[in-house]
């Protein structure tokens, strides 16, 4: 059983910057794809970006592309999400997950696993 634990979320003033950490426990983590999710109050949980187990594909929602960055570090079993030019349309719970098929991403990712979300504020 796969767990992931978010950190980094906080309190940002629009135009700043947050790093969000995403720490995996349990089978081999470097096997799955992984991804990012955001939900806010009242909204759907959506697809912010997912990163294949090498690295090699990315996928970014369209609202954060050239702004945030997906990477992973599969020594440290972390995934990370680099938000830069936040505005207050990002704020949301932000969800790690996790998909068992190593290639997973986008619209195709499948999230097997969930992390418990950080919160995002961003105030204007």
């Known amino acids: 059983q796969v767990q992931l634990v978010e950190s980094g979320g906080g309190l940002v003033q629009a135009g700043g910057s947050l790093r969000l950490s995403c720490a995996a426990s349990?089978?081999?983590?470097?096997?799955?794809?992984l991804g990012w999710f955001r939900q806010a109050p009242g909204k759907d949980r959506d697809i912010v970006a997912t990163i294949t187990w090498t690295s090699s594909v990315t996928y970014y929602a369209d609202a954060v592309k050239g702004r945030f960055t997906i990477s992973r570090d599969n020594a440290k079993n972390t995934v990370y999400l680099q938000m830069n030019s936040l505005t207050p349309e990002d704020a949301a719970v932000y969800y790690c997950a996790a998909d068992r098929r190593s290639l997973g991403s986008g619209r195709d990712f499948r999230a097997d696993y969930w992390g418990q979300g950080t919160q995002v504020t961003v105030s204007s």
């Open positions: 349990g089978p081999p983590f470097s096997n799955y794809a």
